[in-house]
């Protein structure tokens, strides 16, 4: 099964993630930024969703480090929050592949994930 790396520093939001995505997907989950980079130095991961909002690291921080290591990496970035000017660049500034909003349709963001997962494989 392929392996997802979700980062958010609600447990709320990680649990719900992963209940809903593990049958699917090999699930690991970090709190933070930094915890996300240790799991990605450690396991091999086919793609990551992080949340945008979070203390200490940025979920645009977070992807800004994984790009430099994981150039290739698959990357969603979650939020819930209206942030128009820190998105409109997100691309090209942490290689960020989709954006989906706070609340998400599950299946919409399983589809994706597949879809992403499949494209970096090809």
Known sequence: MPTVLIVDDEASILQLLKVSLRKEFTILTAQSGEEGLLLLREHPVDLIISDQRMPGMTGLEFFQHVVKDFPDMPRILLTGFAEPEALTSVKG????????????DHETLREAIHAMIAGART
């Open 93 to 104: 500034r942490a290689g960020l592949y989709k954006f989906m909003a706070k609340p998400w």
